[in-house]
């Protein structure tokens, strides 16, 4: 049974940084591709990035291209999402996925991945 656990959140200012980490265990990480999603109160989850298992694809929401970065080692198992310039409107739980089917095949959607985390709350104060 593959296991993510998030850490990193806490509470930023506007316009500073938080860096994300997801860390695997029990699985293949490798042949996985991997996701980061939110959820704000009362609102749906939301997709904000993904990547390749072999990390050659890389795919963001709008809401934050040019701001966040998904990255992943395999190697420790490991993926990231650096997020930059940050806005109070980034204030959410954050989840990390992984699913092994189609590994290069990036989606948007959070029913395509198996695996979550337990999710980090990342609070972003102007």
């Known amino acids: 049974q593959v296991q993510l656990v998030e850490s990193g959140g806490g509470l930023a200012q506007a316009g500073g940084s938080l860096r994300l980490s997801c860390a695997a265990s029990?699985?293949?990480?490798?042949?996985?591709?991997m996701g980061w999603f939110r959820q704000a109160p009362g609102k749906e989850r939301e997709f904000v990035a993904a990547i390749s298992a072999n990390a050659g694809s890389t795919y963001y929401a709008d809401s934050v291209k040019g701001r966040f970065t998904i990255s992943r080692d395999n190697a420790k198992n490991t993926v990231y999402l650096q997020m930059n310039s940050l806005k109070d409107e980034d204030t959410a739980v954050y989840y990390c996925?992984?699913?092994?089917?189609?590994?290069?095949?990036?989606?948007?959607?959070?029913?395509?991945?198996?695996?979550w985390g337990q999710g980090t709350q990342v609070t972003v104060s102007s």
């Open positions: 996925a992984g699913d092994p089917v189609l590994p290069s095949s990036l989606s948007t959607r959070h029913q395509r991945y198996r695996y």
């Open positions: 029990g699985g293949s990480f490798n042949y996985y591709k």
